[in-house]
């Protein structure tokens, strides 16, 4: 995203802002923490520990991140820019934590930091290293597109979803999808001869895609792949059925064609609700007739029943405690009186609305004037003089 007013440029895929002219130069880049992808909240902020001072959290394009210990001797805090080291010659990354957070990062990625062999931060990004950086990330749009066209030729069955360049712009990973197994060992040497790089193929699925592009949910919110997920369970239709969803394809499935990650969410609260509501197979016998099964409130744990088979016009809930009662009743050749509630539910009286949006009812009621006929009429008669009338004789 590119602000003309102010010749700024959000590179969202990095977490950083770039201000100025590109004819004159890039004039800075600042590390922008609110488009970070799998962003960390830092709430050790502020306390220190000797251990940990030399680690660094550096991150890369998309969700790409990395732990590096700082072996420059310069002061190094969360947003800089760093030249790090990296397989074949060096990469260009933003420092985003820094401190005992990052030990809670490395326990929960499964890192040993006595074991591991972490690689070097040189030093801090200097012009030169930041210009050549912009540069290799130009290319990427227009590498992936060649690329693309490329994977076709060959016939392979495979969709390049994204391009990374090495911050030296002598390396590039290229992510793509596949269903099965591709040789790409053609592919590779025709990326070289064309490019002029080194070349590395990194196999994704459809949802780690989904997390390199980013985007919004149905809820309205980010997705969660983009958010904080990195390891993804498998997820199954069984999931929906258990919490009584409709199982149309349409609605379960997310923006990378398959379910839903947040299908997993709820599944053990309402395992755990099912636990305690028993299963119907057969109506429940009362004195007054039988009551079938209509549908179940998971969470809320109540069961309605209706005397008509298949009706939803009489309802009436029965909390699944109850229901169980009642089935060992019947076991046991017991039948309650009814399913008849004490007081039948009164429904609300329907109040109309109509009128109520006249714009007329603000006005002030007006008293109607009642004209007397009889005096209109005397006074019509003395129009033309005021001579009483004469009287009548005894």
Not at 67 to 76: H, K, L, P
Not at 79 to 100: F, M, R, S, Y
Not at 159 to 181: L, M, P
Not at 285 to 302: M, N, Q, R, S
Request: charged letters at 30%.
């Amino acid at each position: 995203m590119i602000d003309t007013n102010e010749n700024v440029r959000y590179d969202c895929f990095r977490g950083c802002v770039i201000s100025g002219n590109e004819e004159a130069g890039v004039e800075e880049i600042r590390y922008r923490q609110g488009c970070c992808k799998l962003e960390v909240y830092d709430y050790l902020k502020g306390i220190g520990q000797e251990q940990y001072n030399n680690f660094f959290e550096v991150r890369f394009k998309n969700t790409r991140k990395g732990f590096y210990v700082n072996a420059s001797g310069q002061t190094i805090k969360t947003g800089d820019l760093v030249v790090v080291e990296a397989q074949t010659g060096h990469d260009l990354g933003i420092v985003t934590l820094e401190g005992p957070i990052v030990a809670r990062q490395m326990k929960c990625r499964g890192v040993d930091p006595e074991k591991t062999v972490f690689r070097k931060i040189y030093r801090k990004a200097k012009t030169y290293d930041i210009e050549r950086w912009q540069d290799a990330i130009a290319r990427e749009q227009e590498t992936m597109i060649r690329a693309r066209v490329l994977a076709a030729n060959l016939g392979l069955e495979m969709k390049i979803g994204d391009v990374e360049f090495q911050g030296d712009g002598t390396k590039a990973i290229f992510y793509y999808i596949a269903d099965g197994r591709v040789d790409f060992r053609q592919l590779i040497k025709d990326f070289a001869e064309e490019f002029h790089i080194r070349v590395e193929m990194k196999q994704i699925g459809a949802r780690q895609e989904a997390g390199l592009i980013g985007g919004l949910g149905i809820c309205g919110r980010e997705l969660c792949c983009a958010n904080y997920i990195t390891e993804f369970k498998s997820i199954t239709t069984s999931a929906a059925r258990v919490q009584d969803l409709s199982l149309n394809p349409q609605k379960l499935a997310g923006q990378c064609g398959k379910l839903k990650c947040c299908l997993n969410y709820e599944v053990s609260n309402y395992m755990d609700a099912h636990s305690r509501i028993p299963k119907v197979s057969e109506p429940l016998e009362f004195e007054d007739g039988l009551a079938y099964l209509v549908k179940t409130d998971i969470l809320a744990e109540t069961m309605y029943f209706s005397y008509e088979k298949g009706s939803l016009a009489k309802m009436y809930p029965l909390p699944a405690s109850e229901v169980r009662e009642i089935i060992m009743m019947n076991r046991n050749g017991q039948k309650p009186e009814t399913l008849l509630p004490d007081a039948e539910p009164v429904a609300p009286e329907f109040v109309t609305a109509v009128g109520d949006d006249s714009i007329s009812r603000f006005d002030e009621a007006r008293k109607k004037k009642r004209r007397n006929k009889n005096r209109n009429n005397k006074n019509k008669g003395n129009k033309g003089g005021n001579n009483p009338k004469p009287k009548k004789d005894a």
